[in-house]
């Protein structure tokens, strides 16, 4: 105890002893025969099993006791949490029915408003509902949620200290965006990021939910890995706008989730500004980017097109105002996003009745 009253925790700035991290009195056994030596066995006890001062400690620990005690002595440390460990990756969110990947393969083609209203109007259905914002680096949510302001709290569940979501228009919403400033840029490396994403995954109290939606980031990246690594996503839903560019990259986006290594079903396509119509000639049709290229590239991967969403002011405004489109079903873009959901539904229902649960990709 004298030689562990020595270490610092860097989690608290005391020793062990003072940090009441000593769970139980040490054992030491004397050597019974010739050639044995004296054992000592030690069990510290951290807050969690993710402490970042774990490994640093008992290797500071067991330093010190054969400083103290003998360099001959052999110490064992074993660790107890106060916090429950993690689940293991197949036992994660076990109350979540469906997991359904939002993705496109650029920027621009309004992804986040896809997410946004599905999960709104998937909670307008009647549906429990969860979205999870996994673009760390430019996170949206929080302000298409009109929740900018609020600050998730920490709830105790099981033995494990959780995220609680917050809830807005019936859904349970997390992003990196309620715990970093939203004027200073989010410069982390990849680890730090799938880090925080992982965070937001296992340490958050999801409960039951028939539908958690991930608003991925762009593109392919160590996000999405990460994603696929740690839940087993249900299907995904492919966003695009018409023209032949953003075609392209979507056509990538269904070659990742495609690969055999990975097997995730696409779902479908949504064709996101698919014309234009203004609001002084709502009957008017103005195909801007392109007509009907989405409709041609779901046929052509054998992958039905989900929904042809316009290109309308208001789906804008209502994003910047924090009320998304689909809170209302008066007008033609509220329509078009319950119709999406249920589009959604639909195909989901088919998938888990036609093909085997996803299965985690392996981090090999």
């Keep these: 105890m004298d030689a562990l009253a020595t270490v610092t925790y860097a989690g608290t700035k005391k020793s062990l002893v003072e940090s009441g991290m000593v769970a139980d009195t040490p054992a030491v056994s004397a050597p019974r025969n010739d050639g044995d030596v004296w054992k000592v066995k030690v069990v510290l006890e951290f807050p969690r099993d993710t402490d970042p001062f774990l490994k640093s400690t008992v290797k500071a620990a067991e330093a010190a006791i054969k400083y103290q005690c003998g360099k001959d002595v052999e110490v064992t440390i074993e660790t107890e949490f106060k916090s429950k460990p993690r689940p293991e990756a197949e036992q994660l969110l076990p109350g979540v029915k469906n997991i359904i990947a939002v993705s496109s393969g650029k920027g621009g083609v309004g992804k986040s408003t896809v997410s946004a209203n599905l999960a709104i109007a998937l909670a307008r259905l009647g549906y429990r509902v969860g979205l999870l914002d996994t673009d760390i680096f430019g996170p949206s949510m929080p302000k298409m ?186 007008t033609a873009t509220g329509l078009a996003f319950i119709n999406l959901a249920q589009a959604v539904v639909t195909v989901v229902n088919r998938r888990n009745k036609e093909q085997p649960k996803t299965k985690i990709v392996g981090t090999k």
Excluded at 154 to 159: E, L, T
């Design 145 to 330: 949620f009109n929740v900018e302001d609020e600050r998730p709290y920490a709830v105790h569940v099981d033995g494990r200290d959780l995220i609680c979501p917050i809830e807005q228009y019936g859904v349970k919403l997390l992003s990196i965006g309620f715990f970093v400033s939203p004027t200073t840029a989010t410069l982390w490396r990849g680890g730090m990021a799938t880090s925080a994403l992982k965070q937001l995954i296992a340490d958050a109290d999801w409960g039951e939910l028939d539908y958690f939606i991930l608003d991925t980031p762009p593109g392919t990246s160590d996000i999405h890995l990460t994603l696929l690594q740690t839940l087993p996503i249900t299907g995904a839903v492919i966003v695009s706008t018409p023209q032949q560019v953003a075609l392209a990259d979507a056509r990538k986006g269904i070659d990742m989730y495609r690969n055999e290594k990975v097997n995730v079903p696409i779902l479908g396509l949504i064709e996101n500004m698919a014309w234009f119509t203004p609001a002084e000639l709502p009957e008017n049709k103005y195909y801007i980017f392109g007509k009907e290229g989405c409709k041609r590239l779901a046929e052509e991967m054998n992958v039905p097109l989900l929904a042809q969403i316009p290109l309308v002011q208001g789906i804008c405004e209502n994003g910047d105002a924090g009320t998304p489109a689909a809170l209302s079903s008066d």
